[in-house]
Structures are given as C-alpha cells and as structure tokens.
C-alpha cells in the first residue's frame, strides 16, 4: 500500500504542476494552443502521469478503474512518447480542465486516508504497548 501511496504522492506533483503552469502562461485554450514551450510544459507533466500510473500495483488501478480510468491515462503517455504531433490539443486541454483537477483530489484523498489509517494504528499500538508496561508494573 505505501508504494501506490508514494506513486500517487508523486502524481499528486505533477497535477500540482499543471495547474501552476496554466496559473504562469494564462487559462485560455488559444495561449496554449499557440506557445510550444506552454504545451511542451504540459505534455511532459502528463507523460509523467501517464507513466507512474503503471508503478501503481495491479489490484489499485483494478479496484479504482471505475474512479480514475488508469488506461486513458497511460494510454496518452504512450501517445505523447511516440507520436507526439498526433497529440489533439483540445483534447489536452480538456484533460487539464477536467480529468487534472479529479485525478489531484484523488489522490490527496488516498494520500489523507492512508496517513489517518497509519496514525490511527500507531496510536493503538501505543495503547497497548502503554497498557501492556502498565500491566507489568
């Protein structure tokens, strides 16, 4: 679990990336459409994404397919890695619109829950080690 943890932290990166990338060149398709280095920027974050969906385990991307379509998205990876100029802008564009801001919560969700399920299990284990030396004395 910490490994998928670790890939959508990484993720999570990325997500944060684009959004400030389109924050630094301006949130309108026609500035994207027309600055190489603001689509360059954008691509290269999402081939990112598009390759650390495949780190994730197996049973993740299977049990979570129906929330985030893990295809799609290491499908456009292998899209932009190998045929770059096949790439449709709008459709970048809506990604980033759209499917960027639910893949983001995604995964700070997952990161918050599987620290609260870790600190929680710290905690009870600090309960019953206390409990245990208490019994002792």
């Known amino acids: 679990m910490k490994k998928n943890i670790d890939v959508l932290e990484h993720i999570s990166k990325y997500c944060e990336q684009i959004e400030e990338t389109k924050d630094r060149f301006g949130r309108k ?7 190489r280095d603001y689509k360059n920027s954008i691509c290269m974050s999402l081939i990112q994404i598009g390759e650390l969906s495949g780190h994730l385990s197996k049973d993740f991307r299977e ?3 129906k929330i985030i379509p893990w295809q799609a998205i290491k499908g456009m990876r292998n899209l932009f890695a190998h045929n ?31 620290y609260f399920m870790v600190q929680d299990q710290e905690e009870l284990i600090d309960e019953i080690v206390s409990d245990d030396f208490d019994e002792e004395r």
């Open 84 to 114: 770059y100029n096949a790439a449709d802008l709008s459709t970048v564009w809506a990604t980033t619109e759209q499917d960027i801001p639910k893949l983001s919560m995604f995964c700070k969700k997952n990161i918050t829950m599987y």
């Open 29 to 35: 398709f026609v500035d994207f459409e027309n600055d």
């Open 63 to 65: 049990n979570t397919k």
